[in-house]
């Protein structure tokens, strides 16, 4: 979660709103997120990982499989909607790098629509009920509920057609978890934009951020590549034909933190000639 998601309020009047417990779809993978795909789900109802976000888009996709995969390793198979999001390019390579079999689901399939279905209605009766008649709290606060309802509730409690609780029949035999280098599938989900470098500040902005580059590059076309999950402190910079060019610096530009090109003499006027040597 970014740092505007961080400080926003989340009160009653907000729940269906903006902030949203993840859609069917994205609960839809991280709940099949380890072994097979919706038949995890369906013989645990174990849930690997949900949370609270803002908005629904690529960068809460990614930040969610990889809270599951560093907690629980790469599963052998991941059951997705056919939301254009899913099919990411970034998603397909990463899921190709971890061996990793990307399935979407194919249309007019029910069962795994209603699974999640059912499990947002109990979320919703038993957690944001009692959320909704207590104080305001933050989006992090929120989610540490919400990771707690999971512990000690819902994983706890036994399910009426599995007999067992979802932490018991998931936990009841033993499986190998496939470690996961989490900065090596980030990269791939790293975001490239096409950027010109300013002619006379020497940098790209990206944003509403800057960047300070070589002074070599001014006026180019550069490619920016960036983490969405990181602060936002350096940049790589690529030529359009992928050639690596260097780093970016995040600079203030109004306090002139970047080296400044001199000034263009107006036109027509040249600079006075030294008629005695300067001390």
Not at 76 to 84: G, H, I, P, Q
Not at 226 to 231: E, V
Not at 251 to 277: C, D, I, M, V
Request: contains cysteine; hydrophobic residues 40%.
């Amino acid at each position: 979660v970014d740092s505007e998601a961080s400080d926003t309020r989340v009160g009653s009047r907000l729940f269906g709103g903006v902030p949203r417990l993840l859609l069917s779809t994205l609960l839809e993978v991280l709940g099949s997120v380890l072994l097979a795909p919706i038949r995890m789900l369906a013989h645990s109802r174990y849930v690997v990982e949900a949370r609270y976000y803002v908005r629904e888009n690529l960068d809460v996709l990614v930040d969610s499989l990889l809270r599951a995969w560093g907690h629980h390793g790469a599963s052998r198979e991941l059951y997705v909607d056919n939301a254009k999001i899913y099919h990411a390019k970034a998603l397909q390579l990463a899921c190709t790098q971890l061996n990793i079999q990307l399935l979407h689901r194919p249309p007019r399939d029910p069962p795994a629509g209603g699974l999640i279905e059912r499990f947002l209605q109990t979320c919703q009766m038993e957690l944001e009920a009692e959320v909704r008649a207590g104080q305001v709290l933050t989006l992090d606060d929120l989610n540490r509920v919400l990771a707690a309802w999971l512990a000690v509730a819902y994983h706890q409690e036994v399910h009426s057609e599995t007999h067992q609780t979802p932490h018991e029949r998931f936990h009841q035999q033993p499986r190998l978890i496939r470690q996961v280098d989490l900065g090596a599938v980030l990269s791939f989900f790293q975001q490239r934009l096409p950027r010109v470098v300013h002619c006379d500040f020497s940098d790209v902005r990206l944003e509403n951020l800057f960047f300070a580059v070589d002074a070599k590059l001014r006026g180019d076309r550069v490619i920016v590549q960036y983490d969405p999950f990181s602060p936002l402190q350096e940049v790589q910079l690529y030529s359009p034909a992928g050639i690596y060019l260097g780093r970016g610096q995040r600079y203030q530009r109004e306090k002139g933190s970047h080296p400044q090109p001199p000034p263009t003499p107006p036109a027509g006027r040249h600079r006075p000639r030294r008629t005695h040597p300067v001390a």
